[in-house]
């Protein structure tokens, strides 16, 4: 019999609705993975990914099944599954910094009291903790490291808040010998892993880089919470220096996301500029345009995280690992090419990397 890897997760928002509906339709269709890495990883399949518990403060969500809150107002992802009763309730977290101004003006908090998550963690028996909090969380995301660190279950952290990429943090959960791996989710064929690449690409052919900017359009509450700028800092920090390690001299560069296009819904359009010189010094440019639906990009990604971060536990590797953030996450502790991060992934998949 397969083991479980026990999952709790903190923000039901779309990703978390892709996420959960994307293990449902891969149990459903075993001969079908597309946009995994690999069906089995280390003996883990996606339907071995168990959710225990959930934690949110919108008062569409809280006190409902997990299975009824992944697709309550504001989430607008796809439905891809049909997910039956989980008998997970979402329980109401502390909200902290978790809701930004204009996100604010779409929601309504619960006026349920906070639970104790380390508490609910240690109770639900979780191994992992998945962070999908807004971008901008930043005292909310430690909170829930913290928690983590109080329940010694581990934690991935898929959004632009330094945790696993931060010495502090690093740490803290090596001290404590529980596993960590981000920060902030890179999708399957996103944005990000997209400049990246092409980056790395014109350098390797020996391209000049002069100057390049990626800018992101969509219409979910994640980019209305983005209208917020003083929540941007770090998901720029992230996008950027991911592009910059590509190149071994300053490129001159602007990226983050751009706007708040409403009817959109969950749909992502990135514009990719970039010019430079080749041979005889001759100009060239690139201009690409991606439209993804968001949040399903990067489910995959997440169902590796989910179970590189569950081998790491049993074999009892502590910290942050090395090889799942750059593979999986824009700012790891490490940034490599994606070639490079895969390489190492499976490495540390089948044993032969102890990070």
Known sequence: MSRKIRVAIAGVGNCASALVQGIQYYVSNKKDSIGLTAYNIGGFEPGDIEFVAAFDVVDSKVNRDLSEALFSIPNNTPKISNVEKLDVSVRKAEVLDGVGRHLSEKVRISDEPAVNVAQVLKDSNADVLLNYLPVGSRMATQYYANQCLESEVGFINAIPVFIASTSKWQQAFQSRNIPCAGDDVMSQLGATVVHKTLVKLFVDRGIKVDETYQLNIGG????????????????????????????????????????????????????????????????????????????????????DAIRGLKLAIDRGIAGAIESISAYCFKHPPIQMPYTKAKENFLEFVNGRRDR
């Open 220 to 303: 979910d509450m994640d980019f209305y919470n983005m209208l917020d700028e003083e929540r941007l800092e770090d998901k720029r920090i992230s996008k950027t220096s991911a592009v910059e390690a590509m190149a071994p001299y300053e490129v001159p560069m602007r990226i983050g996301p751009s706007d708040y296009v409403s009817f959109l819904n969950n749909d992502k359009v990135c514009y990719v500029h970039m010019k430079g010189r080749s041979f005889g010094n001759i100009p060239i440019e690139l201009d690409l345009k991606l439209r993804v639906v968001d949040a399903y990009n990067s489910a995959g990604v997440m169902i």
